[in-house]
Antibody, heavy 123, light 107 residues
Framework: EVQLVESGGVAVQPGGSLRLSCAAS????????MHWVRQAPGKGLEWVSL????????YYADSVKGRFTISRDNSKSSLYLQMNSLTAEDTAFYYC????????????????WGQGTLVTVSS | DIQMTQSPSSLSASVGDRVTITCRAS??????LNWYQQKPGKAPKVLIY???SLQRGVPSRFSGSGSGTDFTLTINSLQPEDFATYYC?????????FGQGTKLEIK
C-alpha cells in the first residue's frame, strides 16, 4: 500500500525557515518524480514544486522560487521542502504527492497524496 | 504561465442529478488535463487523468472530455458521497496550475 506521510509543519514567525519531510513507502520511491502542493486554509490547491526521480531536476512555482528548495533522499525514501524567508502568504497545508508519468505523450498526474502538514506563519 | 478557469465556482444539485463542470485553459494543453476530488479535511484524490481516463477504483458515473483548451467533468446520477470540491489541473508544462475549484453542494 502506498503511503506518504508529511511532517515538520509548525507555527513560525515571518522571515523564519522550516523544513518539511515526506516519508514514502509501498512503492519504489527512486522510480518516481515527486511534488509538493499547498493549500491555504479554505482556499484552492497551488502546485509548489517538482523534483525528478534522480533529484537532479527541479521546478518551482514563481511564488516560492528562490525561497524554497525541494530535495530527496532515495536511500531513505524521503522527500523534503526547505522553506526560507517565510511570509504569511505561505501559511497552508503542504501535501506531498507522487507523480505518475506515462505514455509517449508525456502525460502525468498525481496519483497518491499524503494527508498534509500545516505550516502557520504568524508573529 | 497557463491559467486554468473553472466554472461554475459553486453548484447546487440533488442526488440523482447529472452535473457538468467546465475547465478552460488559457492556451492549448493538448490532453494534459486531470480532475481531482477533495472532501473537507482530506487530501485530493484523482478521478480522471489525461482528459478522459478513469482512475482505477473511481465509479463509472464520472467521465471527462475535451481537448486543447476546453474540458468538462461530468458526473451522472449524483450520489451523496459526490458532494465535494472538484479541481482541474494542467500538467502540460510547469507550473502545473490547478483551477480555482468547484464546490458541489446538496440542494
Amino acid at each position: 500500500e502506498v503511503q506518504l506521510v508529511e511532517s515538520g509543519g509548525v507555527a513560525v514567525q515571518p522571515g523564519g525557515s522550516l523544513r518539511l519531510s515526506c516519508a514514502a513507502s509501498g512503492f519504489p520511491f527512486h522510480d518516481y518524480d515527486m511534488h509538493w502542493v499547498r493549500q491555504a486554509p479554505g482556499k484552492g490547491l497551488e502546485w509548489v514544486s517538482l523534483i525528478s526521480r534522480d533529484g537532479f531536476i527541479s521546478y518551482y512555482a514563481d511564488s516560492v522560487k528562490g525561497r524554497f528548495t525541494i530535495s530527496r533522499d532515495n536511500s531513505k525514501s524521503s522527500l523534503y521542502l526547505q522553506m526560507n524567508s517565510l511570509t504569511a502568504e505561505d501559511t497552508a497545508f503542504y501535501y506531498c504527492a507522487k507523480d505518475y508519468y506515462y505514455g509517449s505523450g508525456s502525460l502525468r498526474y498525481f496519483d497518491y497524496w499524503g494527508q498534509g502538514t500545516l505550516v502557520t506563519v504568524s508573529s | 504561465d497557463i491559467q486554468m478557469t473553472q466554472s461554475p465556482s459553486s453548484l447546487s444539485a440533488s442526488v440523482g442529478d447529472r452535473v457538468t463542470i467546465t475547465c478552460r485553459a488559457s492556451q492549448s494543453i493538448s490532453s494534459h488535463l486531470n480532475w481531482y476530488q477533495q472532501k473537507p479535511g482530506k487530501a485530493p484524490k484523482v478521478l480522471i487523468y489525461a482528459t478522459s481516463s478513469l482512475q482505477r477504483g473511481v465509479p463509472s458515473r464520472f467521465s471527462g472530455s475535451g481537448s486543447g483548451t476546453d474540458f468538462t467533468l461530468t458526473i451522472n446520477s449524483l450520489q451523496p458521497e459526490d458532494f465535494a470540491t472538484y479541481y482541474c489541473q494542467q500538467t502540460y508544462i510547469t507550473p502545473y496550475i490547478f483551477g480555482q475549484g468547484t464546490k458541489l453542494e446538496i440542494k
